[in-house]
Structures are given as C-alpha cells and as structure tokens.
C-alpha cells in the first residue's frame, strides 16, 4: 500500500502533507468510470439519449469523466446540473434540501441518469429522485462513484455504484473540504490536523 501511496500523491505536492490516506486511487477511479459506463450502456438498453444530471459541484468531475466514458459506450448523452444546498451541520445532511440551481430543461419522459459523487446518509438523493420523478421523466437511474453503506438513513435505490468505502469524511475528485481538495486526482483522508485549521 505505501507504493501505491506514493504514486497517488506526488512528493511536494502543497496537499501531500494534508492527507493521512488514499482511499480510491487516481488509476482505480479511471478504471471504474470505464466500467460504470459500460453497465449503465448495457442497462439503458435502446434509448434515443440520456440525460445526465450532476449536483454542483461535487460531481463535477465525475460527470466530466462519465460523460466521456458513455460516449465510447452508450446513446448520445446531455448534461445537465442542479445546485442544492442541504440545511446540514458541518459535515452532515438534514435532508431538508433548498434548490440553488434548478435543471435548465424540462425532462418529461426523458430517461434521466443522475451522476452523484458521493452516497452519504441519502438524503440528499432520496429528496432529489422525488423531485426529479415529480418532473415527469420516464425513468430516473443513478449511478454514483462512492458509497459509504455504514452511513445510509434512508432507503434509496442505487444501481450502478463505484466504491464502497468506510464512513470518513473523504476529499478529491469533486469532494471538498472547505471548497478545497476538489482538484485532487484521487479520493483520500484528510489528517485531523487539517480539521479546525477553518
Ligand atoms: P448525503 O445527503 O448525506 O448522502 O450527502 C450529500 C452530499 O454531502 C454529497 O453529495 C456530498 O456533496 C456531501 N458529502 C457527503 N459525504 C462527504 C464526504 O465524505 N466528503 C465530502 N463531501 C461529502
């Protein structure tokens, strides 16, 4: 593992000294968009298109990566985002959800693939499926790149999911830590030194 370390986080780097340790690596994370893509290609089936919701940011760069991938794979796909912020404390969710950003389009009978980053408690998720189903879309899927199972309060379907991963809070590849860490190639630990730095 120290290896694998060492090629996830490049010696000098001004975050090398933040993280205590990598989760999912940089080439892990490449391999398993490509696979993600590939199942919700074969799972879609024949659709005309699909349309890709992301939240911001967190799923930036995963939809980035996504959308990339299913165009090797799958139907001609559209992006679209939402921005939500959840009336949580610190680092949890309420799930009582307020819309910053609404979707730019109607998605009635649209097949939607929601692109999360990140299934914490699902909360979040479980309020954004109602709503999306609630707009009249024919069909709503989610794929999502982490899941913490440990962590789950509500009951919400996920079918394609990345990693499973322990319930810490985790930076890198969209994950923030006050809106820093999100350009980081790889998903990591934060030292709790860096916690209370504010
Ligand atoms: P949930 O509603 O608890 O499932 O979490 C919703 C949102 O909280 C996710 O989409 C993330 O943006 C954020 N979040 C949850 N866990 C983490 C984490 O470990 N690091 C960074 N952000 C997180």
Redo the contacts with the bound molecule.
Sequence with gaps: MAALYAVAMAEGTWHAADIDRVIVTEEQIRDKVDELAKQVAAGVGQVDSLLLVG?L???VMFMADFARALGRYGPPVELEFMAVS?Y?QG???S?VVRILKDLDRDITDRHVIVV????????????LLKYLESRDAAAVDVVAL?R?PA???VD?PVKYVGFD?P?????GY????AERYRDLPFVGVLKPSVYGRG
């Design positions: 939240v940011k967190g799923a959840s949580g680092t949890s969710t799930g999360e980053d990140i299934v914490d408690s699902g909360l979040t998720l479980s309020w982490l913490k962590a789950i309060k919400v991963i319930s810490e809070f985790v930076v969209g994950l923030d830590y």
